[in-house]
C-alpha cells in the first residue's frame, strides 16, 4: 500500500541518518530538502541501503549526475574538485532525498557504479563520464554517450574552452569531414560588474 502523506522532512532526515549510521558523512535538512554525503569508499554500501532500508525505502533513481567543484564560490572552494550527486525517490513511502559522493583523485575521478542498484543510472553515468569524466567502477559499457566519437576531453569541466580544442568541417577535396584545430578568435568578454549598495537609489 503506498503512502498518500508525505512524511515531514525531519521525517526523512531522521530515517536516512538511522540507516545509514557512521557511513554518511553529513545529513543536511535545507529549503525542505535532505542531502547526504557519504565517503567513495561507502557509496554502494550506502546507496543499497538507502533503497533497501524499511524507513527509506528509495525504489526509483530519478537522476545522477556530475559536478565540478572548481569554480564554486567565486573560486573559494577548497575540497575534492568532482562529485556525483543523485537523486532518489521512494513510491512507497513518499518521500525523496539526495545523495553525494566526492571523487577521491581529482586528476583520475572515480567512483562505484550503481547500475547493479538501479538500472536507470546507466546512461545517467554514461553521461557524467562523457561530460565530466568521470569514471565508474563496475559500469558494464562505460562510453561516451552525448558527444561524437572523436570528441577530445570533457565539455562540462570548468576549464574546458566554451570554443573547444577542435573543430568539424567537410573538406570537399577528401570528400569527408575532418578535424582541425578551432579557428575562433577569442573575444573580449565584459567582466562581472558587482554594483555598490542601493546603485541608483535601489532599496
Known amino acids: 500500500m503506498q503512502a498518500t502523506v508525505s512524511p515531514t522532512?525531519?521525517?526523512?532526515?531522521?530515517?536516512?541518518?538511522a540507516a545509514l549510521g557512521e557511513r554518511a558523512r553529513s545529513v543536511t535538512l535545507r529549503l525542505g530538502e535532505v542531502t547526504v554525503v557519504v565517503a567513495a569508499k561507502d557509496y554502494h554500501?550506502?546507496?543499497?541501503?538507502?533503497?533497501?532500508?524499511?524507513?527509506c525505502r528509495f525504489e526509483q533513481l530519478m537522476d545522477l549526475c556530475g559536478v565540478d567543484y572548481s569554480e564554486y564560490g567565486m573560486g573559494s572552494w577548497e575540497g575534492l574538485r568532482y562529485a556525483v550527486t543523485s537523486h532518489l525517490l521512494s513510491v512507497?513511502?513518499?518521500?525523496?532525498?539526495?545523495?553525494?559522493?566526492?571523487?577521491?583523485?581529482?586528476?583520475?575521478?572515480?567512483?562505484d557504479s550503481v547500475t547493479d542498484l538501479w538500472s536507470a543510472a546507466n546512461w545517467f553515468e554514461r553521461e557524467a563520464f562523457d561530460l565530466y569524466g568521470i569514471v565508474f567502477e563496475g559500469h558494464s559499457d562505460l562510453r561516451r554517450i552525448l558527444t561524437d566519437y572523436g570528441?577530445?576531453?570533457?565539455?562540462?569541466r570548468k576549464d574546458f574552452p566554451v570554443s573547444?580544442?577542435?573543430?568539424?568541417?567537410?573538406?570537399?577535396?577528401?570528400?569527408?569531414?575532418?578535424?582541425?584545430?578551432?579557428?575562433?578568435?577569442?573575444?573580449?568578454?565584459?567582466?562581472?560588474?558587482?554594483?555598490?549598495?542601493?546603485?541608483?537609489?535601489?532599496?
Do not use: W
Open 9 to 17: 522532512p525531519e521525517t526523512v532526515r531522521d530515517a536516512v541518518v
Open 45 to 55: 554500501e550506502a546507496a543499497r541501503i538507502l533503497r533497501d532500508a524499511p524507513g
Open 92 to 111: 512507497s513511502l513518499n518521500q525523496r532525498v539526495r545523495i553525494r559522493v566526492f571523487c577521491p583523485d581529482d586528476d583520475l575521478p572515480v567512483v
Open 151 to 156: 570528441f577530445i576531453g570533457h565539455p562540462f
Open 164 to 203: 573547444g580544442h577542435v573543430e568539424m568541417r567537410y573538406d570537399p577535396e577528401r570528400k569527408r569531414v575532418v578535424y582541425q584545430p578551432v579557428t575562433i578568435e577569442p573575444r573580449e568578454i565584459t567582466p562581472r560588474i558587482i554594483r555598490e549598495e542601493k546603485y541608483g537609489g535601489l532599496q
